[in-house]
Each structure stands twice: as C-alpha cells, then as structure tokens.
C-alpha cells in the first residue's frame, strides 16, 4: 500500500495547512449544511469549473474562479458564519437538562413512535372508512398481518418496500405503504 500525504496532493503552491482546533471542522461543516453555504447556487458547479479551468497553479485557479463567481467565497463565508452564531446562542443555553430531553425524544420516544406506526396507519384508515380496526393475535402476525380493518387484512410496510416481492403469502390481504416526511408520515392508501 502507497500513502499519500495530504501535503503532498495539495501541493507547495497552494500555502500553509490550516490546523483546525478541535471540532471546528464538524461545527463549520454542520452549520454549512444548515446554510446551505457551499450550495451549487452559491458556489456554481466546481468540479465542471475546474474542468473549464486551463491554469496551472492554485493560485491562476483562485483568480479565475473569482473572475466566474464574484463575492461566492465571501458570500458562503457570510451564511456559514451567520449560522455559526445562532448556533453558538443556542450553545450557550445547552444544559444538561436539555441535552437530557433531547436524549430522551431520540432514543425512547422515537423509538417508541416508529413502533406505533403500523397500528397509527391502520386506525387513520379505519376512521375514513368509519369501520372497526383490530390488532392481529398472535397467529396472524406470524403470517404477516399487522392488523384488520373490518374483516379486511392489512399489512402496513414503508415506501421502500413497494418494489421488493412481499416476504408473507399474497392472500387477500391489502398492502398499505407509508413514508416518513418532516412532521409525520405520508401513508399511500385510496379508500
């Protein structure tokens, strides 16, 4: 095995190696995702920029990438840094309280949030049917059913689901599928 230094594919020419304290990095490269700084709207298309670029030196291609995008170092450096000191408001107000909740709403109540979904779905559905809605027993979800709507079998399964051949036998049971979107869950049924 070969390794290469990051000196080295860098390159003399491009300066000194910025030495980053400790969780700068994955701070600023949170809050550029919050800001969407280093968007193709912002920065433009580099990787077919450089393709275009015919210089040779790091420095023609500073230039000639400042000629194409005026101000797009700037005007990213502005919106990461502008998100930089929301966050660092929020740090301020980080206790262990917080922290505590927040462990709490991802680890437990999350979870027991996705255990709910197949019984959420199956009571959404029963209500715009106006029928009854059960919970299978135990036999029945051994066979692949996650609840009746009336006497009708369902199996509640995620979207990314739909094109995978069903692991359960096909019998007259109804396959509803859903996804989770910002706020909720977007379930894909027609009544």
Not at 27 to 37: C, F, M, P, S, V
Not at 43 to 72: C, L, V
Not at 157 to 169: A, G, I, M, N
Request: proline fraction near 4%; charge should be negative.
């Amino acid at each position: 095995m070969i390794r290469i230094k990051r000196e080295e594919l860098r390159g003399k020419q491009m300066g000194e190696v910025f030495d980053f304290p400790e969780f700068t990095g994955e701070l600023i490269q949170l809050a550029n995702r919050k800001a969407n700084g280093t968007s193709r709207k912002v920065i433009g298309k580099t990787a077919e920029m450089i393709d275009r670029f015919d210089g040779r030196s790091y420095k023609e291609w500073e230039d000639w990438y400042e000629a194409e995008r005026p101000g797009a170092i700037d005007q990213t450096t502005d919106k990461i840094l502008e998100t930089v000191e929301k966050m660092a408001r929020v740090l301020e107000k980080l206790d262990r309280d917080m922290i505590r909740k927040w462990v709490l709403e991802s680890v437990l109540k999350k979870t027991y949030a996705a255990s709910r979904v197949q019984e959420v779905v199956l009571i959404k559905i029963a209500g715009i049917k106006n029928e009854p809605c059960r919970l299978p027993d135990e036999a029945e979800q051994e066979a692949g059913i996650d609840g009746f709507i009336g006497d009708q079998a369902f199996r509640i399964r995620p979207v990314s689901h739909y094109f995978k051949p069903p692991v359960e036998p096909s019998d007259d049971c109804e396959t509803v599928y859903f996804e989770k979107v910002r706020g909720g869950l977007k379930v894909y049924y027609e009544a």
